[in-house]
């Protein structure tokens, strides 16, 4: 019984062994067959980070919000750093990581928010959730965004690894207060009271009374499983998109869209059943964990190779931010939601996907 509910992870595991046989094969086959086999391998990627998510949300079932979608958000920003780790090992974009962490931004704050919002809208008018969740995750993410993202642009070359070291240490610092916010005495901050007649408990998917541990080694096993496929996704990814003509943010944008596949079916859940309060906690927390959990992961690796990573935003992805988290801020301070303002983040999103097709 076990064995087919874990049939996706199977099919990923299967994926994953093909590709490690026949890597080198497939590396020989010319651009067509080295992306369609990449392809193939980010589609198993995604089915292992379902595994994952559903794992995840059986955990947080059992501790309920905020802890709950915690544990969601750090399980998807664990597969992106376990994905972009081994990639940054091949022959990469020295952007890769900066034009990740906003690819997952946008993703996340204009896409999964942007689109819940609007579906939710539409469907329930103004849905409510606590405006200091909103508040306190943005004043964060603009932050983590400017000091990590922003401030190394003018940090000179030969100083790197000092401003590095520093990033890592207020990355750290940022988190361990939020994290005894959420979980502390202000967790309400991150939860909302929603009227009984419209369900009790959390919005995450129901998972009855299965049990903890096998929960656990399975999450733990699809990690390991989406890391021996990224290894041999990102070479053939590599390889394919060299000399392609392809925007430079493909690669980031596959890695951001792996990592965000399993919030978006619960986030647009969550909207749908009218309940906001999940999805402010997933597109936001997933997008403040993106930046806070990742960088200090990726200087630290930086600083242990010696080869620094580009971390300093361009002009079109710092106006970008800019414009997202002033938008966050004025929907986002009345503790209501409507199919407007989910729009004005939808199309912040349509207007991030243009960019990046004609390469900016």
């Known amino acids: ?23 080198g094969r497939l590396l020989g086959m010319g651009r ?12 198993a990627i995604v089915l292992a980070s379902l595994r994952v998510a559903h ?8 501790v309920g919000d905020p802890y709950g979608t915690m544990i969601l958000t750090l399980s998807a920003v664990l597969v992106e750093v376990v994905v972009l780790a081994i990639m940054m090992t091949s022959e990469t974009s020295p952007t890769l990581v900066r034009d990740t962490i906003y690819a997952a931004v946008m993703l996340d704050i204009n896409g999964i928010l942007g ?38 642009e003018f940090v000179p070359a030969a100083k790197w690894h000092y401003y590095s070291a520093f990033t890592i240490g207020a990355m750290i610092t940022l988190y361990a207060l939020f994290l005894r916010m959420q979980v502390g005495v202000h967790s309400y901050f991150f939860s909302y009271s929603y009227p009984k007649a419209k369900g009790e408990g ?12 096998p929960s656990i080694l399975t999450l733990i096993f699809g990690i390991v499983v989406i890391g021996v496929l990224a290894e041999t996704m990102s070479a053939l990814l590599t390889s394919g998109l060299k000399g392609s003509g392809a925007p430079p943010a493909v690669a980031a944008i596959v890695v951001a869209a792996i990592s965000a596949s399993p919030e978006i079916m619960t986030a647009m859940r969550a909207a749908l059943a009218n309940r906001m309060q999940a999805v402010v906690n997933i597109a936001l927390g997933a997008s403040l964990s993106t930046v806070i959990l990742t960088v200090p992961v990726m200087e630290a690796i930086a600083l242990y ?11 079109v992805q710092t106006v970008m931010v800019a414009i997202t988290l002033i938008v966050a801020a004025i929907n986002l ?28």
């Open 305 to 315: 190779t010696g080869q620094p990573f580009l971390m300093a935003m361009s002009p």
């Open 115 to 152: 689109l819940a919002a609007l579906l939710g809208g539409l469907k329930h008018g103004e849905q409510p959730y606590n405006d200091d969740s909103a508040r306190t995750y943005s004043v964060m993410i603009l932050t983590a965004m400017g000091i990590s993202m922003i401030v190394p």
């Open 333 to 360: 301070n009345d503790g209501q939601t409507n199919a407007i303002e989910g729009m004005t983040h939808f199309v912040l999103f349509a207007t991030f996907v243009m960019l990046s097709a004609i390469g900016l």
């Open 1 to 23: 019984m076990r064995m087919k509910a874990e049939r996706l992870l199977i099919v990923a595991l299967l994926a994953a062994v093909a590709g490690l046989a026949l890597e």
């Open 32 to 43: 067509f067959a080295t992306l369609v086999s990449a392809g193939c391998l980010v589609a």
């Open 202 to 213: 959390s919005a995450l998917q129901d998972t009855g009374d299965q049990p903890v541990l």
């Open 55 to 62: 794992h995840a949300e059986v955990l947080a079932s059992k």
